[in-house]
């Protein structure tokens, strides 16, 4: 299994803000972590708000840290909201349990990293990561 690349990593980071132009969507800040939640590539457009680089990071970092994309994370956050307020305690605060936040896959199913994107809302943010993702023939797993 190879890593995920600091070339890979780029290119996802710049065709998901392509993608988003292409959708009209609010300015993004996308965030892209390696399978061990180290941060590997991060641009943050020209008018997104300050706090969407701890956003981004956190979606990405909770998808990585439960091995389930945002998505599904949302859903189980809203069966098990005590079990994710633990979490996000015991993270410090680093989980983010809503769409945006899209596991990063090669052929074979193993988890290269995670994107995480915020600034507009979850769903626009998690189709740019999963057409980004796929954009470098990787597997994208929102949830």
Not at 15 to 25: G, P
Not at 120 to 143: N, R, T, W, Y
Request: net charge negative; hydrophobic share 45%.
């Amino acid at each position: 299994m190879q890593p995920l690349s600091l070339i890979q990593a780029s290119k996802i980071v710049d065709a998901s803000l392509e993608r988003a132009r292409e959708l009209k969507c609010q300015p993004l800040t996308v965030a892209v972590l390696d399978a061990g939640g180290h941060l590997v590539a991060l641009k943050r457009e020209d008018g997104s708000g300050i706090l969407r680089p701890q956003i981004a990071q956190a979606k990405a970092w909770g998808a990585l840290g439960m091995g389930h994309g945002g998505r599904a994370l949302a859903e189980r956050a809203a069966a098990a909201p005590a079990f994710f307020a633990a979490l996000t305690d015991i993270s410090g605060g680093r989980i983010a349990p809503v769409p945006g936040g899209v596991l990063v896959r090669d052929g074979s199913g193993n988890i290269l990293g995670a994107v995480g994107i915020s600034g507009d809302h979850p769903d626009k943010d998690e189709a740019c990561a999963v057409f980004a993702i796929q954009s470098v023939e990787l597997m994208a797993d929102g949830g």
